[in-house]
């Protein structure tokens, strides 16, 4: 919205800063963040309030957890999703498709979210939205926002799908790459929804993922670094930098009232729309592959489960003492805060591993 302000340079040159992605990504973060610790306070103490006995704990979870969790409340991502679309709202260029793609999904998926939230508070019970009435709406949600992706992209380039290492790599899926892209983003919502089980687990590696694809999108926007780089430039994708300032600011000010103890919790309402966002962005900027890469520490998370149910199903053994793997670490003996940090360790790694490959090609 604020971009207009750049029009009027001619006038006062000092709203030319305006025509500048990374301005506005600045912009975006610390508005983010101011908004969650203005408002972060009412809305808590609303949430509490509507709640009463908060978020339902598992009881075949750990013990301590039915001791130090109970009665926080959730719906916290509530509070990011405000801070997101009022930092995105003011800073980006709302004229770029892509920014509403990406709003599309996140608060598409948000939606959801908050629906199972609510049944599991009403009901005190961990069984909200059924898992295939869940997934199927995901599965619409992501499928139109990859439409819009492969329409606005570049022809050739917009249904292909890339990959890391390789600069002139491309597997043209054609119609096809609807379901890899819907995939990507589902996976990403749902692999990000089962990381958030311990305070501040979730929201530190999406702040981390946010940030390195906000600087993927940023290069892969920009004709000169793209080229320099020799990575896919897609026009118009670097405007999502704003959006993944936003999360940071959002999610840095989430992190200040999640921290042990949570004053609340994101729940679904924040994890699924998370991981709805960055599975969309990666999706946009042609680096699908990469987010698994980045995003490894929610990959491990998803496959902990996927693993976890299939061994029980066929042999009736369990190979982890509980899943997701967070919590069998923590029935190994390990305190929260240290599976906490540790798992903010390897998110930093991961990233770290993910940016290099814009230049080892």
């Known amino acids: 919205m604020l971009q207009w302000l750049a029009e009027l340079h001619q006038s006062f040159s000092a709203f030319n800063v305006f025509r500048y992605i990374t301005f506005r990504t600045g912009g975006s973060v ?22 009463g006995k908060g978020q339902p704990i598992r009881t075949d979870g750990p013990q301590s957890h039915l001791l130090t969790k109970k009665g926080t409340p959730t719906m ?5 999703l405000s801070g997101i679309v009022v930092a995105t709202l ?40 059924s898992g295939k009435a869940r997934l199927a709406i995901e599965a619409v949600i992501a499928g139109v926002a990859v439409v819009v992706i492969m329409n606005v992209g570049k022809p050739g380039l917009a249904t292909a799908v890339s990959f890391p290492f ?35 687990l979730a929201i530190v590696p999406v702040m981390i993922a946010a940030g390195t694809f906000g600087l993927i999108a940023y290069l892969s926007g920009n004709v000169v670094f793209a080229d320099y ?9 670097g405007e999502l930098a704003v959006i993944c300032g936003a999360v940071m600011g959002a999610g840095l000010g989430f ?3 999640n921290a042990p103890p949570a004053q609340v919790f994101m729940g679904d ?15 946009a900027t042609k680096h699908e592959i990469v987010l698994a890469v980045v995003g490894g520490l929610f990959v491990l998370e998803a496959v902990s489960v996927i693993v976890q149910v299939a061994s029980f199903k066929l042999t009736g053994k369990r190979v982890f003492k509980m899943a997701p793997i967070h919590h069998h670490f923590e029935q190994l003996g390990w305190t929260e ?16 591993v993910g940016l290099a490959t814009l230049k080892l090609r």
């Open 30 to 51: 610390v508005t983010a963040l101011l908004f969650v610790f203005l408002f972060g306070p009412s809305m808590i103490s609303t949430l509490r309030l509507k709640q």
């Open 255 to 257: 992190l200040w009232f």
């Open 76 to 80: 916290g991502g509530l509070m990011i």
């Open 229 to 237: 780089l020799q990575i896919h430039y897609v026009v118009g994708v």
């Open 90 to 129: 003011l800073w980006s260029n709302l004229a770029n498709p892509y920014v509403w793609v990406v709003l599309l999904v996140t608060l598409g998926f948000g939606m959801i979210g908050f629906y199972d939230d609510y049944l599991k508070v009403t009901k005190q019970t961990h069984n909200g939205l």
């Open 166 to 200: 390789f600069k002139d790599l491309l597997l043209d899926l054609g119609v096809f790459f609807v379901f890899f892209g819907g995939f990507v983003i589902v996976a990403a919502g749902n692999a990000v929804n089962l990381t958030d089980g311990l305070d501040g």
């Open 337 to 352: 805060p240290q599976v906490v940090i540790r798992f903010w360790i390897i998110a930093v790694v991961l990233a770290l």
């Open 269 to 283: 309402t924040g994890s699924l729309a998370l991981g709805g966002l960055l599975g969309t962005v990666a999706v």
